[in-house]
């Protein structure tokens, strides 16, 4: 499903950014790394265990800093400094939950729907891996800009409106989604967390941001800073689906992760192509503008 999203909506971006990178300049940079990064998230989907998923993520990264500080003004530097900070620092915590992975599993790290952990070494240390578990979601979850982690992400909206359309909607926030699905299914499994205190930790956090990224939304009069909060919101409406561990679960996040990729980056071509025209901004000089468009 998420490589699905990738190769469909990709292409479509880029079309879209051949005329709008025309007035942003420095085009050949811009595209090298956008095809870097193409690979790369594709390198995430179709990974078969969690070393080589957490390697593409990694990359992830890098490939996609350079996207963010396009512009290279004060405004994009502080962005991609935040969003440099915040991935390897989440990621970090993400790389325990794997060490842990592999010490108490079966002995290799393949994604294995059900889990991966051998219950006889998880015998006696649950409580251990439970706070495993909360540290990898909040690793991962920093990409998927979980409450308090998500500030990074209304930040990056200074980037190119196709960066933006493809951060939100696609790649980099899609990729921290899928690496919780794998965690929570194919990794410590639904039937090991189920019940415990660890998944009552993430559905509290993923229903606060859910509020949160929602209320803050309807705060924000910055066009795309509004779209940014409301990515914000529904990430954690795929998380929530994921969090309750069931198979229901994971087929309505998946749903909405295909869904959600393809209403936010129409609102991001939209607020693009507003951009592009007349350089507004803000939600409150928008007032006849689909008429006038």
């Not at 079309?15 to 300049?25: F, K, N, R, V």
């Not at 957490?54 to 963010?68: A, K, Q, S």
């Not at 006696?124 to 495993?132: A, Y």
């Not at 189920?194 to 803050?216: C, D, P």
Request: charged share 10%.
């Amino acid at each position: 499903v998420y490589g699905a999203i990738v190769s469909v909506l990709w292409p479509l971006v880029t079309a879209y950014s051949l005329d709008y990178m025309s007035h942003e300049g420095h085009e050949n940079r811009f595209f090298a790394f956008w095809l870097m990064a193409y690979g790369v998230v594709l390198g995430i989907a179709y990974s078969e265990d969690f070393l080589t998923l957490y390697f593409f993520y990694e990359v992830l990264t890098l490939t996609t800093l350079p996207l963010v500080m396009h512009a290279m003004d004060e405004k994009a530097r502080y962005a991609g400094r935040k969003y440099l900070v915040y991935s390897l620092s989440g990621a970090a915590f993400a790389f325990i939950g794997i060490v842990f992975l592999l010490n108490y599993g079966v002995g290799h790290l393949n994604f294995t729907y059900g889990g991966i952990l051998d219950q006889s070494l998880a015998a006696g240390n649950e409580r251990t891996l439970e706070l495993v578990f909360v540290a990898a979601f909040f690793g991962f979850g920093v990409k998927a800009a979980v409450f308090p982690f998500h500030g990074w992400l209304p930040d990056a909206s200074v980037a190119p409106t196709p960066v933006s359309a493809l951060l939100h909607a696609v790649a980099v926030v899609k990729s921290g989604v899928f690496a919780i699905l794998r965690l929570i299914y194919y990794g410590f499994g639904a039937d090991f967390l189920r019940g415990t205190f660890a998944q009552s930790i993430v559905m509290i956090f993923t229903i606060v941001t859910i509020v949160y990224g929602s209320a803050k939304a309807l705060q924000m009069s910055h066009f795309k800073r509004r779209l940014a909060y409301s990515t914000v919101s529904n990430l954690s409406y795929i998380l929530f689906s994921f969090t309750l561990m069931t198979p229901a679960g994971m087929t309505g996040g998946l749903i909405h992760m295909v869904f959600h990729a393809l209403i936010k980056i129409t609102l991001f071509f939209c607020a693009g192509a507003v951009l592009y025209k007349t350089e507004k901004e803000y939600v409150y000089e928008l007032e006849g503008f689909g008429k006038a468009m």
